[in-house]
């Protein structure tokens, strides 16, 4: 992933360089993978909270007075998943270590004990110490959203409320928070197909190599993100599941637009020094800039119409198989 300066206390890999440093602590690069995962989902669910991002419903934009318990219960569920995620990026005694200090903070300590040790969390001098944070408060927000989907109707504004305690939950952790990245950037993939990985090396020009990079990478992360996407599930709820990560692709695709129309120029093409072909490049880019809008409204427009309010398990899986398939398409 690349790394811009509100990175530079991120957790890195222990393939990428050596022991802690001023740059970072090390991050064990066996877990790197599920790093990757777990911070994808943070900023899914995220975007899932802002209903823009939502498949389109035929009565309209959603109204205070709607029933959001799908919604909740499905928050609920991502929350719990996120937990089982970040447990995954820890190995046995620090996961051991996490399920001790959380019995003692909340069935052992008395106040002055439980005091000291959130002063000690609130620090997050480790990654450790901010993931404990993170998981702790995700684990509360399961429980919250469990009491609410128990309710008989939820609300738009306890919808939106809960949000906003998941989004505090993020801005105030110091390594685990995708929402302080640019979105763009933080969801950057390195390049490991060769014939991707050939084309780059073969550019003409030292600029061009890195615009061609940077486009590829991009679209190579939301491929990724698009094959975490259940498409072929029995079950309603796992289809439903797959939201989140349609939200986040989604919410990607309207900023990708004008960064590939004009920031991405603007970076790498002097206009009155382009060559050929980054001319050429150019203007595939922006007849992908085009195509990305227009497919991008069929998939969640008109394939996903009415997604959460579909009963029928078949017709929700023809739906989001539907979406899958365009997206992937293009994306490839």
């Not at 066996?30 to 975007?47: G, N, P």
């Not at 959603?62 to 909740?72: C, G, H, K, P």
């Not at 986040?248 to 009155?272: C, G, N, T, Y």
């Amino acid at each position: 992933m690349r790394r811009g300066p509100a990175d530079r206390d991120r957790p890195r890999s222990a393939a990428a360089g050596g022991e802690d440093s001023a740059r970072g602590p090390v991050f064990p690069s066996e877990a790197w993978d599920r790093l990757v995962q777990f911070e994808t989902h943070l900023k899914a669910i995220e975007r899932f909270f802002n209903l823009e991002n939502h498949p389109v419903r035929s009565s309209g934009p959603i109204a205070f007075q709607d029933n959001l318990a799908t919604e909740v219960a499905l928050a609920e569920r991502q929350f719990r998943h996120l937990v089982q995620l970040g447990r995954g990026i820890m190995d046995e005694s620090d996961a051991n270590l996490l399920a001790f200090r959380s019995y003692v903070e909340s069935e052992w300590a008395g106040d002055a004990a439980r005091d000291a040790l959130l002063a000690e969390y609130s620090d997050q001098k480790t990654w450790r110490d901010s993931l404990y944070l993170v998981l702790e408060g995700l684990q509360s927000l399961a429980v919250l959203a469990s009491g609410l989907r128990a309710a008989s109707s939820v609300n738009l504004a306890t919808f939106r409320a809960l949000g906003q305690q998941f989004r505090s939950l993020m801005v105030h952790n110091r390594f685990f928070s995708p929402v302080r990245a640019r979105p763009v950037f933080l969801f950057a993939e390195r390049l490991s197909h060769p014939l991707l990985r050939r084309a780059v090396v073969e550019c003409p020009s030292d600029r061009l190599r890195r615009a061609m990079a940077l486009v590829l990478s991009i679209l190579t992360r939301h491929l990724r993100i698009l094959s975490w996407v259940e498409v072929g599930s029995e079950r309603r709820e796992e289809l439903l599941d797959a939201l989140p990560l349609l939200a986040l692709l989604r919410s990607d695709f309207v900023i990708l637009r004008p960064f590939l129309e004009r920031a991405f120029p603007k970076r790498f093409f002097s206009q009155d020094q382009a060559t050929r072909v980054e001319e050429e490049l150019r203007g595939r880019i922006d007849s992908f800039s085009f195509e990305l809008q227009v497919e991008a409204r069929k998939a969640f427009e008109v394939f996903l119409l009415d997604f959460t309010q579909t009963t029928s398990v078949k017709k929700m899986r023809g739906s989001i198989e539907a979406a899958h398939g365009l997206l992937t398409a293009l994306l490839e």
